[in-house]
């Protein structure tokens, strides 16, 4: 028999509940429980190198909490301690590539979908899908609103070594800086490589960039 | 006939408070709002009403029968709001079924067509037109003007619309994406296209009731288990099963919370 | 196998405003399927719409006209009951015509 | 009643009339359509060309001819045109993307009681400048206004 759960100032409701044989809402254990079995069942005959997209990581399960309740305190330590140790830096060092690759990536939206058990042909790897979600060249109008403007990033901060090296990191996994936010942890997922982080820092930062320019 | 216009609200929303996020759109005002206006004012989901009303009544597939005794859960071939209560417990198979499950299941069951052809040729595509869209564009439309009246009672019905809620937050996948990423907020949109807030009782609403809808970008109409099956895709994670557990149980639990609201279908969406 | 138009006339003071659907995939000649063959063009050239009869609107397309194509026109000195017939013939010779009486102004 | 329309009226009741009757002689029927349908305009590729199908080359703008689309489509494959002409003796309008890889769209011949007003939906690869191509009373006069293509989505 499950548990049974009084909605809070609905005694009515629960007397209608128990009328009709006690269905009620799960609790959260069962929940997560038949949830879970949904996720595995939901996917069959996902070839294995995909099978990990399904299962969360352990900042996943963290992040998921129903209606957007608070994380602890430890909670938020944990994301950022596992994102912090996640980071890597480009082989050459260099966290400032070259601007012009960076936009490419910066309004390439694609790459990495699976469609018929297939991984999408992407010619120039996975795109940085930066221009889905942020105002980037800020004369570009199909462009999201999910995240922040970035239109004169570099400008407003400089090219400094402390900003580089801040900027890669947000990029490479976000939630070392805000546990939980919705942007994805791109370098961490292994969706973008560390060059490739690299040359959309230089699109944000680069004087040159339509990024910084008005 | 009452149609729906996805987002133009929402869309409005962003220019007046956010000031115009991006500059090249604040300078005139709504300048996506007479193209969705023009393209909701004559909706080609019409043709497909029409074509669904056509295949119910047929005989059709192996066994040679129409649709008209299948039990939508109103009674056999009372189609009349029958969309509005869906997805809803069914004793015969014992699921909570989507209007599209459900039609599945009579079409295996009075028309002996085969499950796994039904799930294949199910999502139409430029060259093949596909009967299952017809059929539940047609379905839901019977229910044009009522409101929706999910229940909430068989003891599945719950667990069905908590395991909705608990997927709705999930966040997984190389995006660490979840519905709540992108339907969270007001005003937000992917590039151009607007995402409706499902934590906003009204936004949900109105998705929920215009829902199988028109897809310009597809040419096509499109159901609830495409429109999820595509939200998968792009958060990157494999491809989701045709009539999933997952896609029944969001329904569940979007649907259920749209209670109350009018339904008008089919919708027309960029 | 051409399908049935949606037709829509409506009267708005002595003049119906005329609603048209039709399913049609109007190819460009641009497209390939599944196996990367070519579609060969296909599309809608014309549109006659005629009034208890007389022609009203005779419309030529081209193969830009999208997919599922709309078609809105004004009828002039139009009555509640009239006949308004739409007949289209595509490039391969496939024809369809559907017909509605004008509806009064709801 | 909207204040556009009712200019509508207000033109079909007067001196139109008269030259959209006499046109309605000349028009094609169901059956001699193919003889017809303008082969040199549809397969022009250059702007020019289309114009010159059409005999509107060095045609005056008119600001009684009133395009309906929206600044920014949000989806190319189907961009609404509504094209309006307010010029007495409508006999028939063309639309044209600019650069459509064929820019002639469709061309409306309206007669009888029909008004100088058609609304469609057409295909365009990219931004372009979309013409309405207006003959009436034997002249032709043309309007121009530019609708902005997104992509959009994800993709």
């Known amino acids: 028999m499950r548990k049974m759960i009084v909605l809070a100032g609905s005694t009515s409701l629960a007397a209608v509940l128990i009328a009709a044989g006690c269905a009620s809402f799960p609790d959260e254990a069962t929940t997560r429980q038949i949830a879970e079995k949904m996720m595995h069942d939901g996917f069959p005959g996902v070839p294995p190198a995909f099978a990990k997209r399904v299962a969360q990581d352990r900042s996943q399960q963290i992040c998921s909490k129903t209606g957007n309740a608070k994380l602890t305190q430890q909670e938020s330590a944990d994301v950022v301690k596992l994102a912090r140790a996640s980071i890597r830096y480009p082989a050459s060092g260099k966290l400032i590539g070259d601007w012009k690759v960076g936009a490419k990536l910066a309004y390439n939206g694609s790459g990495s979908r699976i469609r018929g058990g297939k991984l999408e042909k992407a010619k120039a790897g996975n795109g940085a899908l930066c221009s889905n979600c942020h105002v980037l060249n800020p004369k570009e109008f199909n462009v999201g609103n999910l995240g922040p403007s970035l239109a004169g990033y570099g400008a407003q901060r400089g090219q400094s070594e402390a900003v580089a090296r801040v900027t890669y990191e947000r990029i490479y996994n976000t939630w070392a800086y805000v546990p939980c936010a919705n942007m994805p942890r791109l370098g961490s997922s292994g969706h973008l490589a560390p060059e490739q982080i690299a040359h959309v820092v230089a699109y944000l930062l680069d004087p040159q960039s339509p990024v910084n320019k008005r | ?270 | ?106 | ?155």
């Open chain 4, 1 to 155: 009643m909207n204040p556009y329309r009712r200019s509508l009226l207000a033109f079909a009741g007067g001196a139109g009339t008269l030259v959209i009757a006499a046109a309605a002689g000349l028009l094609r029927t169901g059956q001699a359509w193919a003889a017809t349908w303008n082969k040199a305009g549809f397969e022009s590729k250059a702007m020019a060309d289309v114009m010159k199908s059409l005999g509107a080359t060095g045609a005056a703008e008119s600001k009684d001819i009133v395009i309906t689309a929206p600044d920014i489509a949000e989806n190319g494959a189907v961009v609404p045109i509504a094209v309006t002409s307010r010029i007495p003796g409508t006999q028939q309008i063309s639309i044209v993307a600019e650069k459509n890889p064929f820019p002639l769209a469709a061309t409306f011949d309206v007669a009888g009681g029909g008004e100088g007003y058609v609304s469609t939906r057409i295909k365009m690869g990219q931004t372009s400048d979309v013409w309405a191509i207006v003959k009436a009373g034997g002249k032709v006069f043309t309007a121009r206004k530019e609708v902005k293509i997104t992509v959009g989505g994800c993709g």
């Open chain 2, 1 to 270: 006939m009452p149609r729906k216009v996805g987002g133009i609200a929402a869309f409005a929303l962003v220019c007046l408070v956010a000031g115009g996020v991006t500059p090249a759109l604040a300078q005139s005002g709504d300048p996506l709002g007479v193209g969705r206006k023009m393209l909701a004012e004559d909706n080609p989901g019409e043709l497909w009403v029409e074509r669904g009303k056509t295949l119910f009544y047929q005989k059709r597939g192996p066994k040679n029968a129409s649709l008209e005794r299948c039990d939508f859960g109103m009674g056999p071939g009372q189609l009349a709001g029958a969309y509005a209560a869906l997805p809803r417990y069914f004793q015969d198979t014992d699921a909570v079924q989507d209007l599209e499950s459900r039609l599945v299941t009579c079409m295996v069951a009075l028309q002996g067509y085969k499950r796994g052809d039904l799930a294949k040729t199910a999502m139409g595509n430029l060259d093949r037109m596909s009967d299952v869209e017809a059929l539940v564009a047609f379905i839901a439309s019977r229910s044009n003007g009522m409101k929706m009246n999910v229940p909430l009672s068989h003891q599945k019905e719950y667990d069905a619309y908590k395991a909705g809620e608990y997927i709705f937050y999930r966040r997984n996948g190389p995006t660490d994406f979840g519905c709540i990423t992108c339907h969270g907020e007001n005003g937000k949109r992917i590039r151009l296209q607007d995402l409706p807030n499902m934590t906003d009782r009204k936004q949900l609403q109105d998705v929920v009731t215009s829902w199988p809808a028109y897809l310009g970008t597809q040419s096509n109409l499109r159901t609830m288990q495409w429109r999820l099956k595509i939200c998968y895709w792009q958060m990157r994670l494999p491809d989701l099963a045709y009539l999933s557990d997952i896609s029944v149980a969001i329904t569940s639990y979007l649907n259920y919370q749209g209670n109350g609201a009018v339904i008008g279908v089919p919708g027309v969406k960029r």
């Open chain 3, 1 to 106: 196998m051409a399908e049935p138009m949606k037709i829509r006339a409506t009267l708005q003071g002595d003049v119906a405003d005329v609603r048209i659907l039709m399913l049609h995939p109007m190819e460009t000649g641009q497209r390939k399927d599944s196996k990367g063959q070519i579609i060969p063009m296909h599309f809608i050239q014309s549109v006659v719409v005629t009034h208890n009869g007389k022609t009203v609107l005779d419309t030529q397309w081209s193969q830009a006209v999208s997919r599922n194509p709309f078609l809105g026109l004004r009828v002039k000195g139009a009555k509640a009951g009239d006949r308004i017939s739409v007949t289209w013939t595509d490039n391969k010779g496939d024809k369809r015509t559907d017909e509605v009486a004008v509806a009064a102004a709801s």
